[in-house]
């Protein structure tokens, strides 16, 4: 198991869960850019101290930037610079809607430039308008906003624009429509059994 993934799976099971049927290679960078929003997410829970979060957020907005490794840099920071096809110009969207949402409350990760950076990163066909959307929920559900925040997508439709995903994005919407309807971080078995449904 990767350093990437194992981080992953120690932080949010859930989302390591979505990466069950990508490539290795795929999964590394799926990884670190999910642990990259987590971080993110960890950055916005400190928006009561808005100029240490800017400073943090700078922090990693530089790093993507210039490729720079500070001394005592973690693990993630040097893993981001190394994946060479990472779509870079979507992590720093990421990180720039992140720190205008700090000046302009309520603070939000801005989770579909997240998304749109996997997919641009590995090449994968996707319809921006669906990922948009997807990103959109997550931010929703980390910022606690319920269900009244959420839009329920089709997953015929998630699977039509983004066929080469290997399920990610429909599992991704499968675990998120989960937690907010049953308060449950994911079950693996109910996640293989999906997996087992949609995918054969």
Known sequence: M????????????????????????????????LLLGLELEKIRDIASEPMI??????????????????????????????HSKLDKPSLITAIEATQASLQMPPAAVSWDALLLSISRSLGWA??????????????????????????FLDDADIKKASPESHGFFRLLHYLMT???????????????????????
């Open 2 to 33: 990767s350093a990437s993934y194992k981080e992953l799976r120690s932080s949010a099971r859930a989302l390591a869960l979505t990466l069950l049927f990508d490539t290795p290679a795929e999964r590394d960078l799926i990884s670190d850019v």
């Open 178 to 200: 989960r937690q907010l309807t049953t308060s449950t971080d994911g079950d693996h078995w109910l996640v293989m059994r999906y997996l087992w449904r949609i995918l054969r």
């Open 126 to 151: 996707y319809d921006e308008a669906l990922l948009t959307q997807l990103g959109h929920n997550m931010t929703a559900l980390y910022a606690g906003e319920g269900q009244a925040a959420f839009t």
């Open 53 to 82: 979060a800017m400073i943090r957020l700078q922090w990693w907005r530089d790093l993507i930037e210039t490729g720079a490794l500070p001394e005592g840099a973690p693990p993630l920071a040097s893993r981001l610079i190394q």
